[in-house]
């Protein structure tokens, strides 16, 4: 169940030899991720001196992990490649559809119940394919990962943008699309653009109040949410052994909230620790072994600037804890700033929620660290004044917090435990307010703020920080309290100071747990049925998409012309549309509904070219389809930040959109589109965007002469009878180019199973 000692195994086997072959090619000393990423090449990939983020590359992970909201689809691809088992090692978890209400117990109850037709779907298939699978109420993907499937030195991929948690236990672990996954379940290699490497180096250790969150709130101040792009970000040097396995992996966990590839830290003694306290000592053993191959070279870390494209400092001595926000995760506060922030940008100083755990930020220590501080608070006569919830990452976790009193100091102070899901993380929470359009404060230990993305309330300004920073805010309910200077009235009217936050970096008694939730599949799936109702408003079966014409693509409508921020939550929004995860035709309906649309500065708002009406995104696209009327959606900078849902490229696909103009795209976003089949393009000049209007028809030219390199052109025809040509780039390379002519990269992967 926990992990796959022969798997790991091989792979410490081949290190050393698959190392000095790249440090002879390159000539040089490598950085840990080098080690990693050259020592799982795909076997039909040759090994040769890239020039960094210029080649794709074919890789050999050693996992797939999948939630469930985002492996239904993934799932429903697989289905249709022809293999009777996963090629890899893989799991699915249930934790995105689980609503946060009431409490834990009632809400599990609620979502086993509400859910039955996906979950039953969901351990279904997995039985007949050899994937294993986590029950509802076993805990959040990345926390589960963490504690039973990380090991220092491998390579993994998941469909979710948090999946570079793993990173904490040094291990490159990438956020995909699910026909990512689908192609390394049928044991396809994987691709990815060869990443930039950015190193942090860490100095001196934390104390007091700060904590590893508040070293990733920082970095994301000075990297912003495009800094990371196309990177993988290296923590190396003193401070970075000193933090724990968890705080590791919150820092790598929230790396996806500066673009990152993935973050990781050497392997370390802490990470040793922890493999031993989650039954993993074999891990460890294997792992020291081998240690020098997981960790950078010397000479690295003695002259960094020679090895990483960017190199940033960090003095932990020095590090005030930090607060981001709101709508964005970059926007950086140290706490010494921060209400001084509130009032000057007139936010909402009354703190109404406080919300801690997550997939971010859920150990142990986190928990730990944060009863210290709900503790001392009854001790000197405070409760707290903001609503106050807590997250368990896993039921490992929340067994091991239940055992050693910590639930109950939650409830003591006020917290209400929510079930071990993401829940509020992604909008999966019944929010308490009772004007949803006033504007309100909520603050959280979670890893995204973006507008509505906890709620669905625009009015909503979220904060991040650490658990035990919002803890405290819990305690004081408003946004000017600084814990480490401020003092509060208790219940008798004394002004008591709160003391620096304890805790324990694992359990002294170790972890605990009676039901993990885990079902392993069948050793024999051949015989076990996966039903799918035709009437199923919850699953859909899949049917391939067009192929490409073979002709360049002219008479395209403008769908909509986004304006500033699209990220996937906007462009298929989470919350309720959850339930359509695994039915691509309903969820469609969501499509592009929270995006600007710059000529109205309205969202589900843009015009139909047919009827000259203004209405809904999905149903102006339907009207398109049903004409046989291909379209074109234009966006700004960093287009598809934020999750990885695949969704977000599906739908515009499923409905008709032939492709995606942008400034910039994010990294997963921009795969996930190659792998539907769709035109992922960039403005060569991005003051092309202005020329684009509202009437335009558009024409793409240069498809019948389609190879890597070579740019396209746009032509718009304005309603005045006026022209605009412009280039447009693209980055697909030859395999990315005949996804686009199949009709998607799983109509490639069908083919060749079905020859054998």
Known sequence: MAFDIEMIKRVYAGLPAKIEAARKTLGRPLTLAEKILFSHLHENQPLEAFERAKNYVDFAPDRVAMQDATAQMALLQFMQAGRPIVAVPSTVHCDHLIQAKTGAKEDLDTALATNKEVYDFLASVSNKYGIGFWKPGAGIIHQVVLENYAFPGGMMIGTDSHTPNAGGLGMIAIGVGGADACDVMAGLPWELKWPKLIGIKLNGKMSGWTSAKDIILKVAGILTVKGGTGAIVEYFGEGADSLSATGKGTICNMGAEIGATCS?????????????????????????????????????????????????????????????????????????????????????????????????????????????????????????????????????????????????????????????????????????????????????????????????????HAFVASPEVVTAFAIAGHLSFNPLTDTLKNEKGEDVKLDEPTGFELPPSGFAVDDPGFQPPAEDGSGVTIAVSPTSQRLQLLEPFAAWEGTDIKSLKLLIKAKGKCTTDHISMAGPWLKFRGHLDNISNNMLIGAVNYFNEKTDSVKNELTGEYGPVPATQRAYKAEGIGSVVVGDENYGEGSSREHAAMEPRHLGVRAILVKSFARIHETNLKKQGMLALTFADKEDYDKVQEDDTIDIVGLTSFAPGKPLTIILHHKDGGTDAFTVNHTYNEQQIEWFKAGGALNIIRKKFANG
């Open 264 to 460: 990781l830290f050497a392997y370390d003694d802490k990470m040793g620790a922890y493999l031993s306290s989650t039954e993993r000592a074999d891990v460890a053993a294997l792992a020291n072994e081998v240690r020098e191959h997981l960790r950078p070279d010397a000479d690295v870390y003695d002259n960094p600037e020679k090895y990483y494209d960017q190199v940033i400092e960090i003095d932990l001595t020095e590090l005030e804890p930090y607060v981001n926000g709101p709508f964005t995760p970059d926007l950086a506060w140290p706490i010494s700033k921060f209400a001084e922030a509130v009032k000057a940008n007139n936010w909402p100083e009354k703190l109404e929620v406080a919300l801690i755990g997550s997939c971010t930020n859920s150990s142990y220590e986190d928990i730990s660290r944060s009863a210290s501080l709900a503790e001392q608070a009854t001790a000197k006569g405070l409760k707290a004044k903001a609503e106050f919830t807590i997250t368990p990452g896993s039921e490992q976790v929340r067994f091991t917090i239940e055992r050693d009193g910590f639930l109950k100091t939650f409830d003591t102070l006020g917290g209400v435990v929510l079930a071990n899901a993401c829940g509020p993380c992604i909008g999966q929470w019944a929010r308490h307010i009772d004007d949803p359009k006033r504007a309100n404060s909520i603050i959280t230990s979670f890893n995204r703020n973006f507008a509505k993305r906890n709620d669905g309330l625009s009015g909503t």
